[in-house]
């Protein structure tokens, strides 16, 4: 068990560019959580999978933002078109129960 | 809507002191609460977890109390270290939901 681990750590894009992002979450946690953090702010909830089923998503998730996790291992969360505002750090956390476990992030910035 | 406030925004100790952070939810029906801490530029590591049910939870030199009805949680450090220093982070889990809601940190600082 190594943790929640996400790649790239780091992510500079050209506005108007699609990027996307991955997730490993700890192989037992069947729950998986996207947040988005801004400097200064803590971060906010995106949406969260149980298993492959996406069951709850932020109305901050607009339609250039698409989340998946297929066969309930792995996610990934892609960013069309992006904007200089998606800008942010953004975390993966997993869960069996309760209590998170987060990963370190990816650090997008949109240039 | 669920609002979470930490005060203060940011605290500079001199190492040794005891410390209190505060953090406050404007809806009492949570299932949890947590503290988190964040170093800068990287993720969330858990320190204390309470369940709705419970008034504290003790790590360490880390305590974390509960009260629910108020809607109050207190983090308390003792005897301080630089390695303390951190941005802290309170978030509840409201109950119906599995997202957590997080207040904005408080940012440690202790000097050696």
Same mark, same amino acid.
């Given at each position: 068990?190594?943790?929640?681990?996400?790649?790239?750590?780091?992510?500079?894009?050209?506005?108007?560019?699609?990027?996307?992002?991955?997730?490993? !979450?700890?192989?037992?946690?069947?729950? *998986?959580?996207?947040?988005?953090?801004?400097?200064?702010?803590? !971060?906010?909830?995106?949406?969260?999978?149980?298993?492959?089923?996406? *069951?709850?998503?932020?109305?901050?998730?607009?339609?250039?933002?698409?989340?998946?996790?297929?066969?309930? $291992?792995?996610?990934?969360?892609?960013?069309?078109?992006?904007?200089?505002?998606?800008?942010?750090?953004?975390?993966?956390?997993?869960?069996? $129960?309760?209590?998170?476990?987060?990963? /370190?992030?990816?650090?997008? +910035?949109?240039? | 809507?669920?609002?979470?406030?930490?005060?203060?925004?940011?605290?500079?100790?001199?190492?040794?002191?005891?410390?209190?952070?505060?953090?406050?939810? +404007?809806? /009492?029906?949570?299932?949890?609460?947590?503290?988190?801490?964040?170093? !800068?530029?990287?993720?969330? +590591?858990?320190?204390?977890?309470?369940?709705?049910?419970?008034?504290?939870?003790? /790590?360490?030199?880390?305590?974390?109390?509960?009260?629910?009805?108020?809607?109050?949680?207190?983090?308390?450090?003792?005897?301080?270290?630089?390695?303390?220093?951190?941005?802290?982070?309170?978030?509840?889990?409201?109950?119906? /939901?599995?997202?957590?809601?997080?207040?904005?940190? +408080?940012? *440690?600082?202790?000097?050696?």
């Amino acid at each position: 068990d190594t943790g929640v681990s996400q790649d790239p750590r780091h992510k500079i894009t050209k506005r108007g560019q699609n990027v996307t992002f991955r997730c490993d !979450p700890i192989s037992e946690h069947n729950r *998986l959580y996207w947040y988005r953090q801004t400097l200064g702010q803590g !971060p906010e909830f995106l949406t969260y999978f149980q298993n492959e089923a996406q *069951l709850e998503k932020s109305r901050l998730l607009s339609d250039r933002f698409s989340a998946e996790r297929p066969k309930g $291992s792995f996610s990934t969360l892609e960013i069309q078109r992006t904007e200089q505002g998606d800008s942010a750090m953004y975390l993966c956390a997993s869960s069996r $129960s309760y209590g998170y476990t987060f990963g /370190s992030g990816t650090r997008l +910035t949109v240039v | 809507k669920q609002e979470v406030t930490q005060i203060p925004a940011a605290l500079s100790v001199p190492e040794g002191e005891n410390l209190v952070l505060n953090c406050s939810f +404007t809806d /009492s029906a949570i299932y949890n609460l947590q503290w988190f801490r964040q170093d !800068p530029g990287k993720g969330l +590591t858990s320190l204390l977890l309470i369940q709705s049910s419970q008034r504290e939870q003790t /790590s360490g030199r880390l305590n974390a109390s509960l009260d629910k009805s108020s809607g109050r949680s207190t983090l308390y450090i003792a005897a301080s270290q630089p390695g303390d220093s951190a941005t802290y982070l309170c978030a509840v889990n409201q109950g119906g /939901s599995e997202k957590l809601v997080f207040g904005k940190g +408080t940012k *440690l600082t202790v000097n050696p």
